[in-house]
C-alpha cells in the first residue's frame, strides 16, 4: 500500500459546497449533537468561512477531504469526511496551522471523546470547562496549545 498525498490549500468559493456537507456529514454522525441548522446553513456558513479567509483544505487527490478554519490564534471549525478519517489529514491541517501560529486555542465538547483525545495527542491542554452555555446547550472543553509549552517557566518575582 503507498502513503496517500495530502494537499493543504486556501479554500476558494467553489469548496463551500463540500466543506458545508463535511459539517451536516459530523453533526449527523453524533446522535448527540443537536441539529440547529439545515444543511444549506451549513454550506453558507462554510463560504463565510471562506470569505473571510480563514479555510485551508486538505485534499486526498483530487477530493477535498477536509479543513480547518482559524483566525489569528482560535480555531474555529476542524473537519474531516467520514471517509478519509484515520489517513492524518486533521493532523496536517493542525501542524499546518501551528507552524503559523505561537499559540492556538478551541473548544470541543465533552460528549467528543474523539476530539479531546485527539487535541491532547497534539499537545493542546485543557485550560476550562463550561455548563453548556453555547448555541447547542451542551458543555464544552477550552483547549490551548502553545509553542513555548515545553520551555522552562520564568520564576514569578
Known amino acids: 500500500m503507498t502513503a496517500e498525498t495530502i494537499t493543504l490549500r486556501a479554500a476558494d468559493p467553489g469548496d463551500a459546497g463540500r466543506l458545508g456537507a463535511m459539517i451536516t456529514e459530523a453533526v449527523e454522525a453524533r446522535a448527540w449533537k443537536p441539529r440547529l441548522h439545515s444543511a444549506a446553513q451549513d454550506i453558507s456558513h462554510a ?3 471562506i470569505d473571510r479567509g480563514w479555510v485551508t483544505v486538505a485534499e486526498l487527490g483530487p477530493e477535498v ?12 471549525a476542524l473537519f474531516v469526511a467520514g471517509w478519509a ?7 496536517a491541517l493542525l501542524d499546518h496551522a501551528k507552524a503559523r501560529a505561537d499559540r492556538l486555542e478551541l473548544w470541543t465538547f465533552q460528549q467528543n ?10 499537545g ?10 453555547n448555541e447547542e446547550g451542551l458543555p464544552d ?12 517557566q520564568e520564576p514569578v518575582t
Not at 471523546?113 to 497534539?122: I, P, S, V
Not at 493542546?124 to 452555555?133: P, V
Open 113 to 122: 471523546a474523539g476530539a479531546q483525545r485527539f487535541y491532547l495527542r497534539h
Open 65 to 76: 477531504a477536509g479543513f480547518l478554519a482559524r483566525e489569528g490564534s482560535e480555531i474555529h
Open 47 to 49: 463560504g463565510t468561512l
Open 85 to 91: 478519517q484515520g489517513r492524518r489529514l486533521g493532523s
Open 141 to 152: 472543553i477550552h483547549y490551548l496549545w502553545r509553542r513555548d509549552a515545553g520551555a522552562p
Open 124 to 133: 493542546f491542554a485543557e485550560t476550562g470547562r463550561t455548563d453548556g452555555d
